[in-house]
């Protein structure tokens, strides 16, 4: 079971270059984020998508930018990298079962991660 | 999402139940408390999540007390592999399944001693 794949691993940037961050689930979930964490912190939002075609902000999307064109893949693009944006990326994808309250629950699976440093 | 406090670490020993307790005593009546876990350099993983009732699974059980202000995680035998991050993070739910994203905290180191 593959479940949610990122890419590349590694990478550096140097300040000023762009690169895209891959994301692609399996699970045919409506539900995509990207997430980062600093070293010694717990994870924040950066964008989310609840399905092709549909993207909003999470509480730290200066500096980047997302597209959904299909329901598997969600990339994530540095237009302008600068040494702030270093840090670990994250991908997550959920699907939006009814839960227990007779709501939407969000088990949230995530992907190994990006380590990007930008010098 | 209600705020919630976790020791910032743990030690357990090899074979025995690990407990990690969680304080979430502004909890509202519609949030879930959810547990996830990060091995070191990996993606957080999911393990448990809970609304009132005691909850187990094939990981761990989910105990939360009658007044919802807090909770335990229980990992019943801990192995060495357990050493992780440990999240508890509690969430309203959301009309429409629940679209945005998770408010992880610093959550509790647990190192599992041999």
Redesign the interface.
């Given at each position: 079971n593959a479940g949610?794949t990122q890419t590349p691993k590694f990478r550096i940037l140097k300040i000023g270059q762009s690169m895209t961050l891959q994301c692609a689930q399996d699970m045919n979930h409506?539900?995509m984020?990207w997430?980062r964490q600093d070293p010694?912190?717990?994870?924040?939002?950066i964008y989310?998508s609840?399905g092709a075609g549909i993207t909003?902000k999470?509480?730290v999307p200066n500096g980047y930018n997302v597209s959904r064109s299909t329901t598997e893949d969600f990339p994530l693009r540095l237009e302008l990298a600068a040494p702030s944006q270093t840090s670990v990326y994250?991908c997550?994808s959920?699907?939006?079962a009814l839960?227990?309250?007779g709501?939407?629950?969000?088990?949230?699976?995530?992907?190994?991660?990006t380590r990007l440093s930008v010098l | 999402d209600a705020k919630t406090t976790q020791p910032t670490s743990m030690d357990c020993a090899e074979g025995r139940a690990a407990n990690l307790p969680c304080n979430h005593s502004t909890i509202s009546g519609n949030e879930y408390v959810y547990w996830y876990r990060q091995i070191h350099s990996q993606g957080p993983q999911y393990i448990i999540h809970g609304l009132k009732n005691n909850e187990t699974n094939e990981m761990a059980s989910l105990i939360i007390t009658e007044d919802r202000k807090s909770s335990t995680l229980i990992l019943p035998h801990a192995t060495l592999r357990d050493t992780a991050v440990y999240y508890c993070i509690v969430r309203a739910v959301r009309s429409g399944g629940g679209a945005d994203g998770l408010t992880f905290g610093k959550g509790t180191h647990l190192i599992i001693q041999p």
């Open positions: 949610v409506n539900y984020y997430y010694g912190m717990g994870l924040k939002l989310y609840v909003d999470g509480e994250f997550a959920s699907n939006n839960g227990l309250a709501g939407g629950e969000n088990i949230q699976y995530f992907g190994a991660g | -």
